[in-house]
């Protein structure tokens, strides 16, 4: 059993700055690969970025040069570094590690962007 336990959420206003943080514990290995998603309410939920082992990391577009992904060396905690932010940022963001081939999803964290 995975479980993953997101925090750091909260308002800002327009181009401020929030990080997120999503603690694993559980059957974890160093090697999973971690990220975020998000869902902002009557929407689907939407890939925001994600990071390997190897510190390799991949965002959607409309957040590349503003968030940053990054990982403990342990592997156990990801963080999510979102400057610049827009209200359209404004969504629940739930961490995510793949355990094998099993995905796993945190409960969420409320990031609301004021303008």
């Known amino acids: 059993q995975v479980r993953l336990v997101e925090s750091g959420g909260g308002s800002v206003q327009a181009g401020g700055s929030l990080r997120l943080s999503c603690a694993a514990s559980g059957t974890i290995f160093s090697g999973d690969v971690m990220g975020w998603y998000r869902q902002a309410p009557g929407k689907q939920r939407e890939y925001v970025g994600i990071i390997t082992s190897t510190n390799s990391t991949d965002y959607r577009n409309s957040v590349k040069g503003r968030f940053t992904i990054s990982r403990d060396n342990a592997g156990n905690t990801v963080y999510l570094q979102m400057n610049s932010l827009k209200p359209e940022d404004s969504a629940t963001y739930s961490c995510?590690?793949?355990?094998?081939?099993?995905?796993?999803w945190g409960q969420g964290t409320q990031v609301t962007v004021s303008s």
């Open positions: 995510y590690r793949l355990v094998g081939i099993t995905p796993y």
